[in-house]
């Protein structure tokens, strides 16, 4: 019964050393890109609302993002995929999921892909597009480092 204790302790200590070890470990961060430019396409028909929102607020936050170090350049193709809205027993989630590839401007390879889906919640219906678009603009400036600008 002592060795089944002392086993449990040197476990329990192990666990605790690992886990201390985990808070002083830096994040490593993706890499990083000098985005030239944005264009907002969809494969389906999504409000114009939504589309025109997040180019404003992408191409407004490249406009404010200046980068002292040289980045692979790169342009960015955010496709929106799909919208739902109106979801939930209330009828305030909306969710869009999205696709973005940032392709090098030298010679027009894609060199890094990225998807998500992102859930908003609003009770106006004619807020529901900004809201989205704004939730979906902030993942893209916090996915490529970008600035937040005024759009």
């Known amino acids: 019964m002592n060795w089944l204790k002392s086993c449990f302790f040197r476990v329990a200590l192990i666990c605790i050393a690992l886990a201390s070890c985990s808070i002083f470990a830096k994040e490593q961060a993706g890499p990083l890109y000098d985005v030239r430019s944005a264009v907002v396409v969809s494969p389906q028909k999504i409000p114009p609302a939504i589309l025109a929102g997040v180019g404003d607020r992408v191409n407004a936050a490249i406009n404010a993002t200046v980068r ?29 999921k999205v696709s973005i590839d940032a392709a090098s401007v030298e010679d027009g390879s894609v060199i890094a892909v990225s998807s998500f889906e992102v859930t908003s919640f609003s009770n106006s219906p004619t807020a529901a597009d900004e809201i989205l678009a704004e939730d979906i603009a902030a993942r893209i400036r916090s996915a490529f480092s970008l600035r937040a600008g005024r759009a």
């Open 68 to 96: 002292t170090e040289v980045y692979p350049r790169v342009v960015l193709t955010i496709r929106i995929l799909y919208v739902e809205k109106g979801q939930g027993f209330d009828k305030s989630r909306n969710v869009a």
